[in-house]
Every structure is written in structure tokens, then in C-alpha cells.
């Protein structure tokens, strides 16, 4: 047991600050008994100490405020920071001056592990200090330290999962509810599950700064954005998601991060799922991941994917790992290999052509089911394809195109895909 508190700072006291000073404070005696430290926040970074609602926090747990961060890195009794900025900059200018003066730092910032982690993880080795990410990926469920400890001596394949509750939201509402995209996309900013400027939501950004943190864990590998096959949900409409219904699959944005002998590949993208697989049950803002491993097989992991309470619930995991054992995720990271794109399923789905054009022999070889099902007066048609290359499947969408004005194509999640060479 050690008597020495535990002097924290934390960088941002905004709706996830305010819950785990909150959470800190009502699990402190838990913490105590369990870790045989107390824990104080000493210090937290604002924009302004004259917020009257940053001042109520501050005075209700016995903070100081600071406009400053060398009020913080100068101070010797400070040993843990919290950053709860968001955004890149100035986080990654605060959290490398915490690093070099062999502070330990929690974050929760995906969009900094994800562009900086190499370069943060090489710091916080050099000067020897913790560096934990857990509530950077999906929000409250427990992904990194499960992917580092329970995978510890297994081999992870592949991950599959819906990690942008925006979009996963939106995609509801539109089904569900028949929403256009810009009502859903409405809906989620007053909701507050979406910002003013849904950019990183919509486009896929925020799913692929997660793909990117994800094979960092795993792989140890830093791939950068533009290693990533990105696509986003703005160009869906809710009479596409209700149709594809009709023929048995929901839309979801799937994050993809696979293995393929010694490279990668990592994939943000609208993709087709069957209404019966576990992953098409997961709706609204929550989130989910499927890892596939040689030894455990499939795992799922499920829960809210942002919101102040589950991220700061996080954050308090990282700081009890911190506190019992004092080892960090941070590790060295190579440069990432990307493998060749490897065929996969594709579902075409088109109304069905007033004129008469087949398919080519050698076309016909890619199909592997072609369904037709009508809705109200029009009759439409499912193309499902065998695993195919990006090559064939726009032959395959140019070929349609000349037949009907509509025309759609997204990737078909296939949960009984086997890995090559296994």
C-alpha cells in the first residue's frame, strides 16, 4: 500500500471532464481500497478561469483552474495528465510537454493516436512514463486493454465493426423511421450525437481514425489516413436503405481491419449485412466490434460508443490499469505494409431494365445469385456476386448502368468469409 496520492491533471473540463471528475469523486474510497492510493485532480486546463460553470466544478472538488499548461508540466507534484481537448492541436502540443516531463497521460483522443501515436509512443518510451488510450475507440466498451490482454497470446485476423455512433444513428433513422439523410443528420446534431460540422462523422473520417488506432494495438503498425479505403454514408438515401430491406440486408458503416499474411488492409465503408447477422441488430448510436482470432475464434463486443458517461468511464479504466500496474499501451510502431485488395462480395441492386441485355459468359461467372423482388408497382432486381476484384465489379456496375437509370453497389458483409491460407 502506498501512501503518496496520486496528483492528476486534466487538460479540458468540458461534458466528458466534468463526468470523470464526477465518477473520480464518487468511486474514490473504491479506488483507495483497491489501488492504496488516493487521487486527487489538483489542476485543470480551461479556456478562461471565469467560466461560472467551470468556477462551480472547480470550487464543488477543490480544482485549480489554470489558462496554462506549463502550470501544469512545471508542477513536480503532478504526475498524471488527463487530456480531454479533442481535436489534434493543442492537444499533441500539451500531451508531448507532459511526456518530457515524465508525466503519464490518459486520452481519449482518436484523432491524435491515430495521426501521432508512433511519434507519442516513441516519447512516452524515452522518458519512460505511461501513455493509455482506452475511451479513443468505441466509447465505454472495453476494446484496447481486452485486444492487449485477452489477445495476448493469439493472433487477431481481422476486426469488423460499427464504430461511429453518428452514422449508426443516422442509418437507423432513415430505415426505421424513413427519415431523408439530412432530417437524420438533423435529428443526430440536436441530439447532440453529431457536431455542427458532421464532416469526420458522415465521410467515414472518425471510423477510419479508429481503423487506424485499432492496427496500431494490434499490428503495431501506424498507417496513415490516406492508407485507408474510405467511403461514407452521405450519398444513401432512405428508399435505397428500404429497399435493400426487401431483399434481406440493413446498411451499416463498417470498419474493417484485416490481416493478410504479413500486411493490412483497412477499410471505412457503407457495406450490406444480412437482417439476421448479430452485427445488423446493433442500431441507434450503439457501437460494436467482431474480432475474429485463430485461437478464440469470434468475439463481439457491444456498447455505447460516445456519450460523456461511457467515455469517462473509460478513461477511469485506464486510470485504475495505470494505478496497479503502471505499464502503458504505448509501444514502438513500424511503418504499415498494406496487402493487394482481395476480391470480395458485392450486392447490385437496380430496377429492373424495360430492355433486354444479358450478361456475358464471363460476367456470368462473377454472379452468384440474381433475385428479383417486387416493391409496390416496380419490380427490382439483386445481383449478389461471387469474391470478385474492384475491377470486375465496375464492369459488372457498367454493364447495368446501360440497361436502367438506377443503380447501386456496396460491398456484402460476409460472416462466414475464411482467411486466406487458413
Known amino acids: 500500500m502506498e501512501d503518496k496520492p496520486l496528483n492528476i491533471a486534466i487538460l479540458g473540463l468540458g461534458s466528458v471532464g466534468g463526468k470523470v471528475v464526477e465518477l473520480l469523486a464518487h468511486h474514490q474510497k473504491k479506488m483507495v481500497d483497491q489501488t492504496g ?31 496554462s499548461i506549463e502550470t501544469i508540466t512545471n508542477d513536480p507534484e503532478i504526475e498524471l495528465v488527463i487530456e480531454l481537448l479533442g481535436r489534434i492541436h493543442p492537444a499533441k502540443e500539451y500531451i508531448e510537454a507532459c511526456l518530457m516531463k515524465q508525466k503519464s497521460v490518459i486520452t481519449a483522443n482518436k484523432d491524435l493516436v491515430a ?11 524515452t522518458y519512460n512514463v505511461a501513455l493509455l488510450y482506452e475511451a479513443s475507440v468505441g466509447g465505454g466498451i472495453p476494446i484496447i486493454q481486452t485486444l492487449q490482454q485477452q489477445f495476448a497470446f493469439d493472433e487477431i485476423t481481422k476486426m469488423t465493426g460499427i464504430l461511429n455512433g453518428t452514422t449508426n444513428f443516422i442509418l437507423s433513422k432513415m430505415l426505421d423511421e424513413s ?54 454514408i452521405e ?23 484485416k490481416a493478410v ?16 447477422q448479430l452485427l445488423a441488430q446493433i442500431d441507434q448510436e450503439t457501437n460494436a466490434l467482431v474480432i475474429e482470432s485463430k485461437q478464440i475464434g469470434q468475439t463481439f463486443l457491444s456498447g455505447p460508443g460516445a456519450g460523456a458517461a461511457p467515455t469517462a468511464s473509460s478513461v477511469l479504466a485506464d486510470l485504475y490499469h495505470y494505478l496497479t500496474t503502471q505499464t502503458s499501451t504505448s509501444s514502438s510502431l513500424k511503418p504499415a505494409t498494406l496487402g493487394k ?35 409496390e408497382t416496380k419490380t427490382y432486381i439483386m445481383v449478389r456476386t461471387k469474391p470478385i476484384l474492384e475491377a470486375e465489379k465496375t464492369q459488372l456496375c457498367t ?24
Open 37 to 67: 492510493r488516493k487521487i486527487q485532480i489538483k489542476t485543470a486546463l480551461v479556456r478562461s478561469v471565469t467560466q461560472s460553470d467551470k468556477r462551480s466544478i472547480a470550487q464543488r472538488y477543490g480544482i485549480e483552474l489554470t489558462e
Open 115 to 125: 495521426s501521432h501515436g508512433a511519434s507519442l509512443n516513441d516519447l512516452a518510451q
Open 179 to 232: 427519415l431523408s439523410y439530412e432530417h437524420a443528420l438533423a435529428l443526430a446534431q440536436e441530439l447532440g450525437y453529431a457536431e455542427s460540422d458532421p464532416f469526420n462523422d458522415v465521410s467515414g473520417t472518425d471510423a477510419a481514425y479508429k481503423a487506424i488506432v485499432l492496427a496500431q494495438v494490434v499490428y503495431k503498425i501506424a498507417p496513415s489516413l490516406e492508407q485507408v479505403a474510405l467511403e461514407g
Open 235 to 257: 450519398d444513401l438515401s432512405s428508399d435505397y436503405l428500404a429497399l435493400v430491406k426487401q431483399f434481406g440486408y440493413k446498411v451499416k458503416l463498417l470498419t474493417t481491419v
Open 261 to 276: 499474411a504479413d500486411q493490412v488492409e483497412l477499410q471505412v465503408a457503407p457495406t450490406l449485412i444480412d437482417t439476421q
Open 341 to 375: 485488395k482481395t476480391p470480395k462480395i458485392y450486392g447490385i441492386c437496380f430496377e429492373q431494365p424495360t430492355q433486354i441485355k444479358k450478361f456475358t459468359n464471363q460476367q456470368l461467372t462473377w454472379i452468384d445469385t440474381i433475385v428479383h423482388q417486387t416493391v
Open 399 to 422: 454493364q447495368i448502368a446501360e440497361l436502367t437509370s438506377f443503380s447501386k453497389c456496396l460491398e456484402i458483409f460476409d460472416a462466414k468469409e475464411k482467411e486466406d491460407g487458413q
